[in-house]
């Protein structure tokens, strides 16, 4: 029974289904179901959802639409996996994340990747200032920005200065549309990653998190 | 030879607000040389540019939702700027609209359940928005204006490109004038589709930031379908004016690519926004004067 709906959570978040990933998360944890093999079968669904999008079945909305209904669930998952004290799973570090503009494409599913696996992520949402960020820095390891608008690109270097100027030890990742490894490097980030899956190579890499079998 | 155009793909870096940004933004493209400007998009993103008028889109905190059927504006606050920026130009240079395409409109929104569409892949979402955009242009075409830009950034991120192609043809069919498409970013997975839009004149891509698409752009598809290019030649990302002769550099290879007569227009990557305003100006006129010597070496 609850395989069948382990099964159906995975394709209601492939689906781009919040409701029902919601509605499905709440019946597993209800029947008592491990909240971490639930996050961890959510990792797995986000993976296909990311193999998919670079297989071109499907569209970038449709993948941040798939974000959402993970994060939706593990809205309830990680809240459940906490109160067991964390023994089960223990944070891998902390990181930051924030989309500079108004469109957080990208943003949901790096940060709904990260959690699931297994780092503690503080959204800081869209329209990032670099009071939001300066205030942040103090308790994360990492902070990533989503940057869509070149628009985007010189506020994004400012946070950076202002963080690194304020707090030395935190590290930048930025990815997105308007941002490659050469305007990264340039506004002084520490690392730059292509798509969601890079980003959770690189916060492991930062970190020096061990990598799964 | 066929004379080349320079021209912007849209935004500018924003001085003041309002008319006076307009301003601003025109006397700034004039001043550089180029031969079809733009209003510089100064007052807002290009997506809430339209949805703050197209029924069926509501903007909420910044974002843009879609919460009901989209439909056909009565009237658009575009035509208002293009006329003010007609006006300061007073005829030094040609003012191009610039409209967001129906796939990135649609990418770069929020779907509610409350909206008549089942998601991403309902066709009707692309022809309706279509539908509002094609009234939207017709409107400006009224007033006068007969060049019309495009912008389609989603189709390089991966797009419904059938759905694309229709809906985007709708948009141009009954438009006179001029008309292009702008796609930035990397070609390597649209090209093909992209050149085989019917009613679009020019394609414009980018060649600084994106020297990949030298492999994508193909000569002979762009010949076949009846299109010129728009050839990007200058970064709107880096924040540093290109040396001339790095831009001559460019241009020669360009050239050299796809021949100077399959070109209709020069000009930056994408948009300048981004950019200090000195440095979009001067990467602005340093392109026009690489164009300049460019065609003199050609002749």
Known sequence: MSDDLLARLKNALISQDSRLALELTKQLLGKGEDPVRIADLIAEGLKEVGDLFEAQELFLPEVMRAANAAKVALNLVIPAIESRGGAARSSKGRIAIGSLGPHDIGKTLVSAMLVSDGFDVLDLGTSLSPERALNAANGVQIIGLSILLTSDIRKAAEIIRKVKDNNASVKFMVGGAAVNEKIAAEIGADAYGRDAKEAVRIAREMLGARMPK | ?299
């Open chain 2, 1 to 299: 030879m066929m004379k080349i155009k320079t021209t912007v793909i849209g935004s500018h870096p924003v001085t003041g607000s309002g008319l006076e940004a307009i301003e601003v933004a025109v006397r700034d493209q004039i001043g550089a040389g180029i031969e079809i400007i733009s209003d510089g998009q100064t007052r807002k993103d290009m997506i809430a540019y339209f949805a703050d008028h197209i029924p069926g889109f509501e903007l909420n905190e910044g974002r843009t939702i879609i919460t009901g059927k989209i439909s056909p504006p009565e009237d658009t606050p575009l035509v208002r700027d293009l006329i003010h920026a007609k006006r300061i130009s007073a005829g030094a240079s040609e003012v191009k609209a610039i409209i967001t395409g129906p796939v990135t409109m649609a990418f770069f929104s929020e779907l509610t359940p409350n909206a008549p569409y089942s998601g991403f892949r309902d066709e009707k979402l692309y022809t309706d928005i279509g539908e509002a955009l094609a009234v939207e242009a017709e409107i400006i075409g009224k007033h006068g204006f007969t060049t019309f830009q495009f912008d389609e950034p989603s189709f390089s991120i991966g797009a419904p490109m059938t759905i694309a192609k229709k809906a985007l043809e709708a948009v141009a069919a009954n438009l006179k004038g001029t008309k292009a498409l702008h796609v930035c970013g990397n070609l390597r997975r649209s090209f093909q589709e992209i050149v085989r839009i019917e009613g679009i004149d020019i394609l414009s891509f980018a060649f600084k930031d994106n020297p990949g698409n030298f492999d994508s752009v193909d000569k002979k598809a762009i010949e076949d379908h009846g299109k010129k290019i728009g050839a990007g030649c200058v970064s709107s990302m880096e924040n540093k004016v290109e040396e001339r002769g790095a831009i001559r550099q460019l241009l020669d290879r360009i050239f050299t690519t796809y021949e100077p007569e399959n070109i209709a227009w020069i000009h930056p990557d994408c948009g300048l926004r981004a950019l200090d305003r000195a440095v979009a100006v001067g990467k602005l006129r340093e392109m026009v004067r690489a164009l300049r010597e460019a065609e003199a070496k050609v002749k």
